[in-house]
């Protein structure tokens, strides 16, 4: 009765053969060499430590700005890092002031008679004012104090290279700061100086 299963056996071990055959033959045959296959292990191992090394910094960071939230504020520069002993930031003008000498040693700051003037973002820059020309439509009453809120007054014309300068750059219809008194029925600028009929 054993003798019968021989031929059975004979064939799975055949087929076994044939499969540990097919399995080498594959290894040898790969498309890529085997140090490919470790240069690629070995990148991914250096990409998992990366991100470790990474989000250890964060959370070693996130610790230290919650320590000292103080410290983390400014960053501008090796001067602007100066604080007092009790924690607090010095003062808004010590910080314009070297914010202001940093801006006045770049190239594209304006020098005139060996003073720098500087205008925020958006603002042009004439003879030693800042120009701002909003976009939004307001009344003369929101005007104003849109200006006030910036810190700035809306615009007086002194003379007229001013009045030339800003007939080149307005493109679109601007409030000025004129103004009618209401008991002298009299055009006067908000500042208080009387209109000049000749500009």
């Not at 409030?175 to 600028?189: D, M, N, R, Y």
Request: proline share 4%; glycine share 4%.
């Amino acid at each position: 009765m054993g003798c019968p299963m021989a031929p059975e056996i004979a064939n799975l071990y055949m087929e076994a053969f044939e499969l540990q055959y097919i399995y080498e033959n594959i290894l040898e045959h790969r498309l890529c060499p085997r140090w490919h296959w470790i240069v690629l292990q070995v990148g991914w191992a250096g990409n998992i430590i990366l991100v470790a090394a990474v989000i250890a910094l964060g959370v070693c960071v996130m610790n230290k700005n919650s320590q000292h939230p103080e410290q983390g504020a400014m960053l501008f520069s090796h001067n602007a890092h100066k604080y007092s002993h009790d924690g607090r930031n010095k003062t808004l003008e010590d910080f314009k002031s070297i914010l202001k000498q940093k801006l006045c040693e770049a190239a594209t700051a304006s020098t005139e008679n060996g003073s720098c003037h500087l205008c925020p973002v958006t603002w042009l820059l004439h003879r030693h004012k800042c120009y701002w020309f909003s976009k939004s439509i307001q009344n003369w009453m929101q005007s104003k104090g849109d200006c006030v809120a910036k810190k700035s007054q809306l615009l007086v014309i002194h003379d007229e290279e001013e009045k030339e300068f800003l007939q080149k750059n307005i493109v679109e219809k601007v409030w000025i700061g004129l103004h009618v008194t209401p008991q002298e029925k009299k055009w006067i600028w908000i500042n208080d100086s009387p209109l000049n009929r000749t500009l």
